[in-house]
């Protein structure tokens, strides 16, 4: 699934060039992509999302697309 186009300029840069498409965050910059990405697409802080995703009061999918992105990136730190 690619990044929203909006979601671009939280996604940190490559120091250098890869013969891949793989950007490797660390857990601080997956929270802060997640954080991001809540509050643009849910109006709700990453932490929220992740609360209420773990507690099965949000679903893991949507008519928006934020939902299925959100919880991919979620399950990133599972």
């Known amino acids: 699934m ?4 909006e979601l671009q300029d939280f996604v940190p840069s490559s120091p250098f060039e890869t013969e891949s498409d793989v950007i490797e965050l660390s857990e601080e910059e997956l929270h802060a992509l997640i954080d991001a990405s809540a509050r643009k697409g849910l109006g709700i802080t990453g932490e929220e999302y992740l609360r209420r995703l773990r507690q099965g009061a949000i679903e893991r999918t949507g008519p928006n697309g934020y939902l299925a992105y959100l919880s991919m990136l979620a399950s990133l730190l599972d």
């Open 2 to 5: 690619a990044l929203p186009q």
